[in-house]
Structure formats: C-alpha cells, structure tokens
C-alpha cells in the first residue's frame, strides 16, 4: 500500500545497492585488451558479469592500487554495472571493524576479459583508530536530526556508522528524517557525532528542479491492459508508471489517454511518460545502460503536486505545474532531469554530500534533460542546450542555460567559491564542461557560441552530444560518494580513454574542455595521444601466516592490459623490523609471474602486518599482502543449509549459505559459485555478508540443462581467509501433463522484484485463457505487482498493485488470456512496489 516517502526513498537506496547482474550484448573489444586461452573466453562469453565481480574481488582482497586498506577494514561488493566496450564497474562498500564507512566506498573497473582496468576508492585507509562505542544514545541522535526539518512526518531507526567523507573518520548516528523544509518536502540523511551529539553533516535525497507542461501531442506511449481495462503502467520497461499523488497509475477503459489540455493530469501523464521512455531508449541505444537503473528498471512518476516545482525523492519523481498553472512541468528537458537524479543516486558512490557534489548531482541532470531531448529530437520541442525553456514560471525563461550559465547568473568557471555556492547554481561548471565537450566553443550551424574561461585553451572542438553522453556515463560508473569536480574530470578522462584511446580526439576534447570551465589537472592525470601501455599485478594468496622463524610464499602475477608488454621491476614496503622481502625474479615482463617470499625473523611479534608490492614499469601498480605472525586472530566458517537440493529442468534451487565468526572480529565475505551445469547460473542476495550473517543462494536451471548430479561450490572471501561449501544439486528431466507447478520459496522484499520460472512441456496451443493459481505469505497484496511472461516473451498483467488498505494474499487463481504455443519457459514476476510488508511466494501453478 501506499507509504511514507520516507520509507519509500531508504528502500529505493539498498535496492539500487543490490542490483541484479545482466548478461549483457556484444560490445567491441576495449583498447589493449590482450588474448585469453579459449577455456577464459568461454567462460567470460557464459556470464561475463560473474567473471567482472570475481575479479574485482580478487583485486580488493589483493589491496591493489587506491584499494589498500588497513587491518580493521574490510569491503563488501553491491553492486555490478554493465558499460559501454564491454566494460564492467563492481562497487564496494568499506567497513571498519564491521561498521560502515559512509564515503569509503570503491569501485574496480574490469573487462571482459578479466583484466582489471582502473581502481577508485573515495578515501584510503582510516588515519587513526576510530572508538566504536556511541556516548550518545540512537534516540538522541533522531531527537538531534529531526531539528534539521520544520516539520518532521517520519523518521527511520538510525545506524552507527564511521563517518569518513569530511576528513577526520568520526563516529556518527546516520539518522534519515523526512518532512518538510520551509514548506518544500525533505527526507534528510543527518549524520549526528556519536560522542558529542553535534550535527558533523548532513544531505538531502529529495533533489528538485522546475519544468515546462508541454505537451507533445499525439504521440504513442508504452501502457498495459487488455479489453475495457487499461494502466499507465510500461510493463516494457519494468518499473516505470504514472499516476497522481496516491501512488497509483492511472486507468481507463481504453487505451487513449489525456485530453491536450495542460491543466490535465492525465495528459501530464502522457509528456512525462513519452519523455522518460525516450530517456530509457536514450540510455539503451546510446550509452548502453540497461534501463534507469543500470540493471533494467525505472521508477514512478507522480503528476499533480501542488507546487511550482517538480523533484525526485530516492524512490519516486513527482512533477507540478507553472506558476500561472497552465501547464504541467513534464516536458523532456525537466522529466530527464529529475530521472537523471535516479541515474546519479544507482551509480556508484550513490547521492553524495556537499554543495559541490550536489551541484554536479544538479547538472549530472541537466545532462540527460539534454542528452534525451537531442535522442528524441521532437519537432514540438527541438533540441537545445537551455532548461526548461518553455515553461516561463515567473516570465524569466529558461531556468538554466548550459552554453553560457552566467547569462542566468550561475557560475561558467570553476571557483573556490563552487563548494559553498547553491546546488543549482553550481552545477554551471558541469553544464558549460559538457556543452564544450558536445558542441566545442563556436560549432556554427546555428548553435550558440560558448565563453572559454581564463587560462583556458584559445578553442574547444566539440566530439558530439552522443560520445559526450558516453564519456559523462563513463565517468559517473566511476564516481565515489566523495565526487568533487576534480573527480569528475579525472573519471571523464579515464573513460575517454577506454571508449575511445589515449591516442583519440576525444580524449584531448575531454580535458580541453574541463581546462575551458577551470578544472585543472590532478596529479598524475594519463597523458592523451600516448601510447596506452600499462599492466595489472595481483597476488595469489593475498594473506598468510608464519611462526618467527619461518617463511611464507605468494605469486606475485601481471598481465599487459594495454598496450605492448613492459619490464616491471618489484618492491616490497612496509614490512615490519625482522621480516624481510625478496622476488623470484625481481623483474618481470608484465604477462609473467614471480615469487615473493617473506622471512620472518625469531624475534617478530606477533600480529597483523600490512605489506605492499609495488609493480614500477611505465605506470606504477600496488597490491597488499597481509602477513599474519603467530597465531591468526580472525576467522569465519561458511556453510550451506539445506546442503542439497532436486529441481526439474527449467527451474530453480535455493539455499541459505551461512556464515560464523571463528575468530576475531567479524569480517566482510564476498560470495561466489562455481561448479553448475550447462544452462544454470548463481545469484546471491546479498553477494556480500559480515561473517555472522546469511544470504540466500538461488540457482536456476534452464529447460535445455542436462539431468543429474551435480556439486556447486561455493566459495566465501574474507579479509583474512578464504573457505568453500558445497551444495548437491539433483536436475531431472521434463515431464509431460497440461498443470506444471514451481513450489520453490522465493522473498519478497521491499521494491525487489522475483521471477519464478516454471517450464512447460505440453504440446500445441496454450488453451486461453490459461489458469493461474498463486500462493504468497504476504500482508499486504495491494503492495504487489504481478505479472506472467509467455514462451515467446510477451508480458500479460496478472494482478496490479496500488490502495489505501491492506488485505493478506493467501491463495488466489487467474485466468490470462493469452496467444501463444504451451511448450517452454512462464515466468511468473512478483514486484513488491512499497514499504514495509515483505512475504514470500511458495508455490505456483499453470494449466495451460
């Protein structure tokens, strides 16, 4: 049912943060990307995303590059995003003696051939010990957080977390507080000193803009529905619908909607849902993004605020009106806009903090306004580079201006005075950067010249808004929740490079442009029109143990990720008085392999050490070794319950892997499976656990995956040690009949969406309608959005989700019209689209 947008906008956080893996289409080959024996590539080609997450986290164990961490410290993978070129970026959470670190998250760059590519972390290791025990109680903390708003609705229980992002590591109440704010609507993360009860930060989810009502006329928008009953509801692109502030989409009887009339909600529905869908085909065919966010789903929009003003919210976008409220504000420029939020908040590093990365947060939005009113390029609304531009809401024109912000009083050149200047005014920088970047500082053609900033180059030549919008995106998969704009142009230039080659015009166009608007060059910034040689170095194992007196080993590995290979000479540092390092050989050609031994003196503590092996060729690589002198002081055991399992071909298995603290404090585990039949792949929710805690493994198999026996190991990855389970996968073969049932339990948590297969061997025609009979352990069925997708991909509506009660699901039967043959793959999808009640469905059934 319908909930608080409070609750609402903290689940849309941690399901952005667990997002799915999709196997993504075929992409070029990045730069440099070396050969791999056959048994690699098909294993890549199999499930290329699997094969990204299990090499970034082969590359955080190994503490490579800016992801060395000290000894408290641990990663959690959350999330895998597919890029352009066959590029992959895994973000990591960082927690500190099993607290998280809020800004000490990461993220590893791969390709699909391994290789990894590019690190990014947004803070090294903790400085100083940070005490983990709060003089300040939770309930105080909330008391401390609600005095950010002026009228408080709701609050959310806080965490105890290590503040990071404001320089001195402090422990905080991360208290979110939702309300209002000088009466505009606020859900406020609030950071509250955990030994001092003082405020040390604070940011805001709810981000807002103003738009135009233009209405594009007669144009055709995605809906569902059948016969006399029909919904605003794209069920083409999950997630995305359009209602009024209830929540709920809008119905009818037809299939035509809205009336032209500005002052129609429901044609306000039209524009917003005609905008955003182009936005997502935006996505997909130009940037290679699968859906809003990343992993193939969108979000709500709501239409009829009762404000001149339109925003996004962590869960939802929500649009009003001009101030003469003539129009709706769901033009192009303005939904992209505030979709373009959604984009910032599911890629890594999430919302952020600050006035500096709200304002790129600000324009990150005004770059996909632009990006998807040039993909659309609707006649009604030509394409341009000014915001909301036709919406006149106090007879002032555009709300921005991209090509030249000072002509609307925002900044066009990088200041000291950006961190403290408002958000939207300090997205300037970031709009004038990308209109160069796009167009250059005098395109012709009838496009507006651009000021170059002092000290900037004489001239800019843009590379086009399309590889603009792919460079921007680049650098966002990159982006940590510390982002600056010294971030965003280092990131931008890393992904010029990947898509596009040291050697390329873009790249040069990248930091031409970020010269013009006044972002210098940090230190140590690749060179363009370079050759791109580089390697990676790892180490197998990246921890160990020795009494004094005794010596461990590791291989010390590089691969040529780009470029031709090089001599790479090898160093450790950091080991403690007594230990001494020494290489097998000492240098290698990057492709090759050495040995590093470790010998421990008698006289050695014992403890933890941290050591790091340093690769010097053309570009320098680290990675740290972990040596553990005496007796290990942290451990975990992993196991599986139930230890096995027997499905039908075409469905799917799961069980609880476990996990225990053995020794020590507890540790972060990033899980993984291998060992599966032909047609089967692995998923675990969550991929990450703290030792102590649980995650539920789902295999599923797919019609064509052979009967019988099969032992899928699954191994966990800590900080300190890594060790395997099995689990007794049993698959039998099809059977025939016109009823087929899937009785594996699956969760149904908030904002998630499951899909339970079930695989049909019956012959000719489905008999429609087909019959349905669905059991759910749930509270609240009105929460729920079910679906049924046939053999041959076509999506039927079961049941639609949205009311002002709550009533239990139990057990209910359907009947789907449908046209298609009876043998192969239904998918039941169940999506749970509010807060709150979470359930279970255990069983279902159809007779086709």
Known sequence: MKRTALAAAAVGLATAASMALAVPTAYAAPP????????????????????????????????LDKLAKGPDEAYSRVSVTRGTSDMYF????????????????????????????????????????????????????????????????????????????????????????????????????????????????????????????????????????????YSMTDTTRPGLQCGGQGGTAYTGTDDAWGTGSGTNLETGCVDALYSVQREWDMLRDWLGRDGINGSGRGFPARVGLADVNAYWNGSYTNFGHSQDNARQATNIDVVAHEFG?????????????????????????????????????????????????????????????????????????????????????????????????????????????????????????????????????????RKTSSWRYTNARAASVAAAIELFGANSAECNTTKAAWSAVSVAAASGEPACGTPGNDFSLSLNPSTGSAQPGQQVTATVNTQTTSGSAQTVNLTASGQPSGVTASFSPSSVTSGNSSTLTLSVGSSVAQGSYPI???????????????????????????????????????????????????????????????????????????????????????????????AGSYTVTVTGTGVTATHTTTYALTVQGTSGGRTFTNGTDYAINDFATIQSPITSTATGTAVSPVKLSVTIAHTCAEDLDIRLRGPNGTWYSVDGSGGTSCTSYGTRTYSIPVSQQAAGTWVLEVTDDYFLDTGRLDTWSITL
Not at 136 to 162: N, Q, Y
Not at 207 to 214: A, H, I, L, T, V
Not at 628 to 651: C, E, K, L, M, Y
Not at 667 to 686: E, H, I, R, W, Y
């Open 32 to 63: 440099g990307a070396g050969k791999e024996d056959s048994g690699a590539q098909a294993r890549a080609a199999a499930d290329p995303a699997s094969l990204a997450a299990a090499v970034a986290d082969k590359a955080v164990s190994s503490g």
């Open 90 to 229: 895994v973000g990591y959470e960082r927690s500190y003696k099993g607290l998280p670190v809020v800004g000490g998250d990461a993220v590893v760059v791969t390709d699909s051939a391994g290789h990894v590519r590019d690190t990014v972390a947004a803070a090294g290791p903790s400085a100083q010990k940070v005490r983990t025990t709060a003089t300040i109680s939770a309930e105080r903390a909330t008391e401390v957080a609600k005095t950010r708003l002026s009228r408080v609705d709701d609050s959310a229980a806080p965490r105890l977390v290590v503040l990071a992002w404001t320089g001195k590591p402090t422990l905080s109440w991360e208290a979110v507080v939702s309300g209002l704010v000088k009466g505009r609507p606020s859900i406020q993360h609030v950071f509250v000193d955990a030994r001092t009860g003082k405020i040390a930060d604070s940011y805001d989810l709810v981000r807002e803009g103003s738009g135009n009502g233009y209405y594009y006329g007669q144009v055709t928008i995605n809906t569902s529905g059948s016969g006399s009953s």
């Open 341 to 477: 939020h959604a984009i910032f908040q599911t890629t890594p590093g999430g919302a952020g903090s600050g006035n500096e990365n709200g304002g790129i947060n600000e324009g990150t939005g005004d770059i996909f306004g632009a990006l998807t009113e040039h993909y659309a390029n609707n006649p009604n609304d030509p394409p341009d580079y000014l915001v909301g531009e036709e919406v006149d809401l106090v007879g002032d024109g555009p709300i921005r201006n991209m090509y030249n912000p000072s002509a609307l009083g925002d900044p066009n050149c990088y200041s000291s005075s950006i961190p403290s200047t408002e958000v939207h005014a300090a997205a300037g920088p970031l709009n004038h950067w990308f209109y160069l970047l796009a167009e250059g500082n005098n395109p012709g053609g009838g496009k507006p010249t651009s000021p170059i900033c002092s000290g900037g180059p004489s001239s800019v030549t843009g590379v086009g808004v399309q590889k603009a919008g792919q460079i921007y995106l680049g650098a966002l998969n």
């Open 612 to 706: 790091t092996v340093t690769g010097a060729g053309s570009a320098t690589h680290t990675a740290v070794y972990t040596l553990q002198v005496g007796t290990a002081t942290r451990d975990f055991s992993i196991s599986a319950n139930p230890a096995s399992g027997t499905v039908q071909a075409g469905s799917s298995a799961t069980t609880t892997i476990g996990t225990t603290t053995t020794a020590g404090t507890a540790q972060a585990v990033n899980l993984a499976a291998s060992g599966l039949p032909t047609g089967a792949s692995a998923a675990f929710d969550p991929a990450s656990v703290t030792s102590g805690g649980s995650s539920t493994l789902t295999i599923s198999t797919a019609p064509t995956t052979p």
